[in-house]
């Protein structure tokens, strides 16, 4: 007995020492920390092009490229290693675009085909770039100074770009422009013509004219004789006047005039917004001004009309920036729930480009739609949203509270805190509360049903009083022939609910109640899992772990292990499956066999997320120490990690998720076989959405773009790869038959399914397609040209020949017929050199015209 407690204190130590070990290790493995989509496209105000056909905007590390026609987005400007803060056109050529990052870098971009054409290295973090027409070769740059007062400092500076035909130029003589500016770039703008740039800063407003050198400061009251904030928020200028319009925290706009003139300058008001002005933005004629704020209302004030004013409400969100064409044929306006509205110039709304909603916090776990595939969280207030890991795109919100939600600072509404799928998708539990912060708590519990018809979740039940306390956790049972919910709440009660068909209605519909009631020692539950096959069910206790028969429920056995309360709860799977892990508040992690009823093995480890592979034995465990995060892969029955990365990322993760693949990759390293069946990701606090890539997944994908042939004239899409200008050229290289000179694309090709799939908005006109394609069916004459060349050559000495006897040949007949006196016609008679041109017209080929008949559908 005493040799048998002694081998379990080894094995339980043994883990500890082999994790620790694991952090020292050097990572061998090529799998690296990449951006996969769902960062904010609200970051910075977005910017149409020219024709008003793209909308760009600022999203992570890169910068996206959408159509204003489709709502689809067409590819990413990806280069930058930090957080890109600004983009803007280049005023010499409207096909490229100016981006900056806070890895200090301006990059250059060719934005229709996605080429980055120069690095510029400024060398210090860039918040905010400016440029302007009058300021040519000039861009205009928002840095840090530091602190001063605990306040963090900021100034406009200007740097000359030089020319030069290197990749990357360093760019770090600069000139400054002001060196207080707001931190919040919406407060600085360029005026008419460029003479002059405006900035608002708290209380004051400076403008700086560039022929003068000179800085005119006007300034504010903090508070007026009625109380209103006159902080200024945000500020946009005239383009085709001397007027700037400032933003204040009061909702006030003030329209400022004869600023070039300090003791004589004006200003007149303008007032519908009940709180804070975000944003500001002229029409480009100037004769109108668009201000947004917190009520998601678009507000078009009439220049020079007094306060004559057209409103388009219900936006979505609160409005963040507003920013208008060239053309002024459209607007683009970015929300607070991760969202661009695309305007016509007729105030109507006529596109919406949403993004992942993160929002402030995820109160539900990342979760896989069985049916779907989607990433499915929290979404915009009071909803689910399901998105698009593949596409990076929002697929749609479902409404869960199914209330109107006003934005206004303050109000506590409902919002869904949690959210379950069964296993085949068919079922969806979700908990709405509110008052949460306060003693008046109310929440619901409800079941949607997928309805095959709608192609979308229908609630069933709703039930108001599942519990007499605040839910904790819930899960549904892994078992697709039964569907079983348990969750557990903090009246130290959990509670099983099945569905049950109503009795009191003639339908055939099965509603949910409540099957089973559970306790122990009236401790508070703290999360519950099911195990693989639905036998077992584990509910913490505080310090305990229960296990039940759902069957049954009987309470089957007890798992204790101070200190601490548990945490996370998983059930081993497939050869795991006898094992269960946990962690504790108290940084243990901890793993028992349900075969012995013993602690397997325990080590010290802060463990902020505990998440299992549904298609295979491994666990992921995210620990955050030393204010970074690190991820350790294993299997419960091999407490040796299979794989270890160090930071991860400088925040804690309390959200992830395996999402199963649809091909399994092949061919990998041993260290990343984990990686095989699922991908790995998660969510960050500062709302990143990473995951784990690895360097051949990567090669892959860039060998493919390589194999691009970018062309001056046409544009490369998948049709022009397929029947282009290339394969011709590929053709004239390499000699082959003449039947084979015919493209010929199995069926279900690569290149065919990438043509397939192809928006029409990236394909070039039919006018072009048409003279490729054309082109493409007919029969290379290379081969022959010279024998046609040296024949035609032979031909033509005989037909010289020929037609001097034939002209001899004609007189006589002539003279003949003139003797004659005939007026009857004369059949014509070829020669011997027409008859040679009709028997070589009939020897050449026209085989191709028969591929083109068969090919007919």
Known sequence: MTERLNRRRRNAQRPHVMFREAKNMVERSDIRVVRC?????????????NDSRFVLCVSGDSVKVYSTRTEEWLHSLQGHTNQVTGIAFNPANHLQVYSCSADGTVKLWDFIDGILIKTFI????????????????VIFLHLSTGTYNKNECFQLVST??????DQEVEAKELSAVSSHISPNPSCTAFGRGGEYIAFARNLQLDVYFFRKQKTYSFYLKATDKKG?????TCIACNPTDDCIATGHEDGKIRLWRNFNHKKEYTYSTLHWHHNAVNTLCFTPEGTNLLSGGIESVLVKWQCGGGSKKDVLPRLGGSILHVSGSPDGQLFCVSHSDNKITVIEGNFKVSGLIQGLVTGDTVLTDLMIDPRSKALVLNGKPGHLQFYSLLRDKHLYNLDIVQQEYIYEAGLDQFEVVKAVFDVKGSWLATVEERGHESSDLEFFLKLWAFDETTQSFVLNTSISAAHTDRIISMCFSSSEETTMLVT?????????WCQDADADTQQDQNFWSCDFVGSYHNLKPTNCTFSADSSLLAVSFQEVVTIWSPDTWELLTTLCQPPGQIRDLCFGRLSCSKYLLGTTTKNLLCCWNLLTCALEWSTSLEVSKLQPDPLSENVAAFSYQSKHTDLFVF??????????HEKVCSE????AIFVPREEPLNGCDESCQWLNGSQLYFLTQNMDLLTFSMATEEDRMLSSSKRLVIDDSVAVTPFYLLLGKHRQQQKLNTPSHPAADKPQQKQGSVSIKELLHTPAHVLPAASVLCSMFVNSLLISNTGVREEMESSEQEMDCEKEEEDSEGEMETRDSQQELRAQGSVDEVTPKLSKAQERELKRVRKTDFSWMTGLIVSKP
């Open 228 to 232: 209103a904030k006159n902080a200024f």
């Open 635 to 644: 299997k419960p029955s091999e407490p040796l990690p299979l794989f270890t």
């Open 122 to 137: 400024i060398g210090s973090p860039l918040y905010a770039l400016y440029v302007s027409k009058e300021h040519e070769g």
């Open 37 to 49: 989509g769902g960062s904010k496209i609200n970051f910075r105000p977005p910017i149409i092009s």
């Open 652 to 655: 804690k993760v309390h959200h």
């Open 160 to 165: 000359q770009l030089p020319k030069s035909a």
């Open 488 to 496: 557990t709440a903090e009246d130290s009660q959990f509670k099983a």
